[in-house]
């Protein structure tokens, strides 16, 4: 008995481990294969068919995409100005249906948002049923609202806890190709209406939950004739939709996905061809866009989730992100299958937990989650400069918002703090802070067409334009 109980009490521990370290192995698989979609044949990867072919629809000086046109955050020509408020270089403000941390676009003379309304707003906030998600449609000229279209949620919801507090149920900017706008909203799904509000199709892409059960935030993009979705949560899969019908093209299904929310960046390659950037924890993708197969891999030290997409120029891919400090690296793009010891360039533990880096003239720019703005040496991986914002009013994690280029300014929205302009040159220089009179958090990425900048925070949008006098209706 003495010796049954002995082996008993040894074997609780020993069972807790081996349970611990099984968890640890399904989670980070640090030692055995990560589950990914197929390789692509090495005989056919360079596949003359995945060229990236821009709309007609759309003009130059549109803002159809999450972080703009080409998704590298950056305007060309804008005449924005460097100081605003609520009385100065104010065009419009927007009241909106409901809060979101999804970024505006903007397409000729509309502009358009997404919002929910119910669940997780303080209005019948236990009761899931009442979660609405919207797509805002509102006229440039004067941000009156031309058409709302209102979404039931599919329930059971993630609840409303944890991080998901943090950005909601309304993350993922829309996309536009200048004849239609394309919403994706978690389970409920991804649908399509034309420029007036007329839905064209809707397609479901799972109503599973991520394992730390977080919410949906990946953006929908377009490459060609596709609509392309990181359904990371919904169903652990990229999937390809005609943007015609809706109807799957190819899905890349991959287990690895869980806790990827980065929206998914097409390279171009300097040889001719574009590849599909995404990455997962402990690992980044290079995809063939037409198939969803997987051309390349690289082993990277982001792991835990990974929400910064990622930004390429020249052939060289950048990524940062994971669990704070985990890291940041360059690698080429191109290759076939582990190109880990061949393909990345450098690697830093400097890193950014939500913001998406900008990249200008061999520089990565950004503004972590503790209020710090780093610049790195692309070529070195060298931080140029890592430097407190030091403003009053930040508070919690304090910036989720990805910077955008205008002119030789950077303008990076805080949550709580206001907009700071920073120069978008390899010294620190805080130029100015701009605060509007409102206390909701500013999560949105900024959208510029033109030369005017549109911010989004929980409760409107804002019109900010050079010398103009305020020609809304608040």
């Known amino acids: 008995m003495t010796k049954n109980k002995k082996l008993w009490q040894i074997g609780i521990p020993v069972v807790i481990l081996a349970l611990a370290a099984a968890a640890f192995a399904v989670f980070f698989n640090p030692w055995g294969r990560r589950d990914r979609p197929p390789l692509s044949d090495p005989a056919n990867q360079s596949d003359e068919g995945a060229v990236l072919v821009v709309s007609k629809s759309l003009v130059e000086t549109d803002w159809p995409r999450f972080r703009g046109p080409n998704g590298s955050g950056i305007s060309s020509g804008a005449n924005i100005p460097v100081q605003w408020s609520d009385t100065n270089n104010l065009a419009w403000k927007a009241d909106l249906p409901g809060p979101g941390s999804s970024s505006p676009i903007v397409v000729g003379e ?202 390429a120029k020249d052939g060289i891919i950048y990524s940062t992100g994971g669990y704070r400090g985990k890291g940041s690296v360059a690698v080429k793009a191109g290759g076939h299958g582990d190109v880990t010891d061949t393909h990345v360039q450098w690697s830093i533990r400097e890193s950014s937990y939500v913001a998406s880096p900008l990249l200008h003239e061999g520089h990565l720019y950004w503004v972590d989650d503790k209020g710090t703005a780093l610049c790195i040496d692309t070529e070195t991986g060298e931080v140029v400069y890592e430097e407190k914002l030091g403003l009053s009013g930040l508070r919690g994690r ?23 302009v920073l120069p978008a040159k390899p010294e620190y220089e805080l130029l100015h802070t701009n605060k509007l009179n409102d206390e909701s958090d500013f999560n949105a990425t900024p959208a510029i067409s033109g030369d005017e900048l549109f911010l989004r925070s929980n409760e409107a949008i804002y019109c900010i334009a050079a010398g103009e006098e305020f020609r809304g209706t608040d």
């Not at 509309?110 to 906030?125: E, I, K």
């Not at 910036?399 to 703090?417: E, H, K, Q, W």
């Open 110 to 311: 509309r502009v358009f948002v997404t919002c929910y309304s119910g669940y997780g707003t303080g209005d019948d906030s236990e009761d899931e049923s009442n979660l609405k998600r919207h797509l805002v449609c509102l006229n440039r000229a004067d941000g009156e609202i031309a058409w709302k279209i209102d979404i039931d949620a599919v329930t059971p919801e993630n609840r409303y806890f944890s991080y998901l507090m943090e950005h909601g149920y309304a993350s993922q900017t829309p996309v536009s190709d200048g004849e239609a706008v394309f919403a994706f909203f978690g389970k409920s799904g991804v649908y399509a209406f034309d420029l007036d509000g007329k839905e064209l199709w809707h397609t479901r892409v799972g109503t599973r939950s991520d394992s730390k059960r977080w919410g949906s935030a990946a953006s929908p993009i377009l490459f060609n004739d596709v609509v392309i979705v990181n359904a990371s949560s919904e169903s652990r899969a990229i999937w390809a939709l005609d943007k015609k019908t809706g109807e799957e093209v190819w899905k890349a299904p991959a287990e690895s996905l869980d806790l990827s929310f980065n929206t998914p960046t097409l390279v171009e390659l300097p040889g001719g061809g574009t590849e599909l950037a995404v990455c997962v924890p402990g690992e980044l993708w290079g995809l063939n866009p037409n198939t969803g197969t997987v051309n390349w891999y690289a082993s990277v030290p982001m792991t835990g989730n990974v929400s910064p997409t990622v930004s």
């Open 398 to 420: 304090p910036v989720y918002a990805s910077p955008v280029l205008v002119g030789d300014n950077l303008i990076v929205v805080t949550r709580t703090a206001g907009t700071v």
